[in-house]
């Protein structure tokens, strides 16, 4: 995606949840290369980013090196997490963001409930990711039509999070189309 979109994201996100920098900590899962990390991360207390692809880790721990942002601010982890006490040091989080991945995703009915799990009670998971649209994007994912608004809330209530919603942002270039991206929240029983 263009880096227009991920600020266009990162402003959504912000829209959708309190941040502060004295004290939100957020997982963001499926981090890429960090840039919805980077963007929040003067809006966070303390951010952890994993993804399952090693390369995608390397390069963004280099640029956290580089800049030499402390650890404990911005801890990168290349996993490919279950929801079991024994990960990420059974540590929990005010916010778990997913951008971009959920059409990469073999379940998201699984992968939502792993992500919940990583919620403190009261937490919310954000999510944004493509509409349903009749054209494919052009990538060997199993998601490639998107989402319907139905598919999405029915992941989110099967993981068992409340006052579930779902909005539509504005339209994105992706994989060379334009398509409709939603930004979907629940929050983790308190
Ligand atoms: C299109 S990128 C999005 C990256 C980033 N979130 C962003 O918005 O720029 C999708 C990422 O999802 C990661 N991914 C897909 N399934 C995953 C899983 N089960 N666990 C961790 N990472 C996963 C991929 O390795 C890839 O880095």
């Known amino acids: 995606m263009a ?7 990162i402003a959504a996100l912000q829209n959708a ?13 499926a981090c890429g290369k ?22 995608s880790v390397d390069f963004f721990e280099e640029r956290v090196h580089n800049q030499g942002i402390p650890e404990d601010e911005l801890h990168v982890v290349c996993a490919e997490l279950q929801g079991h006490d024994s990960e990420l040091d059974g540590e929990k989080f005010d916010v778990v963001v997913c951008s971009a991945a959920y059409h990469h ?8 409930g792993v992500l919940a799990f990583f919620l403190k009670p009261g937490g919310y998971l954000l999510v944004v990711d ?21 598919q999405i809330c029915a ?3 099967g993981a068992g999070l409340i006052e579930v919603d779902f909005e539509q942002l504005s ?14 929240r629940g929050k983790k029983s308190s």
């Open 130 to 150: 493509f509409m349903t649209s009749d054209k494919a994007i052009p990538e060997d994912v199993p998601h490639r039509f998107g989402f319907s608004k139905d």
């Open 105 to 112: 995703l073999e379940s998201i009915e699984a992968t939502t």
């Open 155 to 157: 992941a989110f209530e």
């Open 34 to 55: 960090g840039l919805i990390s980077r963007g929040l991360a003067p809006y966070c207390k303390r951010i952890v980013a994993v993804d399952r692809l090693q390369t």
């Open 171 to 184: 339209s994105a270039r992706f994989h060379g189309q334009t398509v409709d991206l939603f930004l979907a």
């Open 3 to 9: 880096h227009s979109n991920h600020n266009h994201i």
């Open 17 to 29: 949840y309190p941040f502060d920098d004295k004290s939100t900590t957020l997982l963001d899962f």
